[in-house]
Structures are given as C-alpha cells and as structure tokens.
C-alpha cells in the first residue's frame, strides 16, 4: 500500500497500472527503433526530421497540440481506464 495525496493506494493496483505503462514504454522504444537507421557498432541514429518533430511535440502544452496528436494521448489514456474502473467498483 502507498500513500499518495490523502489516498492509500493498493500494490495490485500500481502494478496493473504500472504493467501497462511498460507495454506503453515498450511500443514507443519499438517504434523509435524501426525508425532509426542501425549503425554498425549498434547504435541508432534518428533522422532529424523525427528529432525536430518530437523535439518540438515535447515541449508543446497538451492543449496546443494538433487533434491528431492529441488522439494518440487520449489513445493512450484508454488503456488505464478498465483498471481504475475495475478498482473503483472493487476497492
């Protein structure tokens, strides 16, 4: 159990929830990679219209983005909606 704000949250729950940010981590990296160029020492470089792209969506305020871009947020946010609710109707 851990406290955050005036609330004591269950393990099972952070881990439910934490399990899905992984696979969401885990989809970008995947993603980022297919999009890089492989080097032969194994690095990955990313082309620099990515760089700018992303360089420019990261320091852009969530309201400012394009509806394009934020439906891949609300995407996103979709998948932890069936854990909370599973965990607000069951405590």
Known sequence: ??????????????????????????HWQKYLHEQC?????????????????????ASTDYSELSEKEKNSDREQVLLYIPVLIGFLKNG
């Open 1 to 26: 159990m851990k406290k955050v704000l005036d609330f004591n949250i269950p393990d099972s729950l952070i881990e439910s929830l934490a399990a899905i940010e992984h696979e969401r981590w885990s």
């Open 37 to 57: 160029r492989k080097n032969e020492d194994g690095s990955l470089t990313i082309p620099a219209d990515l760089v700018s792209r992303w360089t420019i969506q």
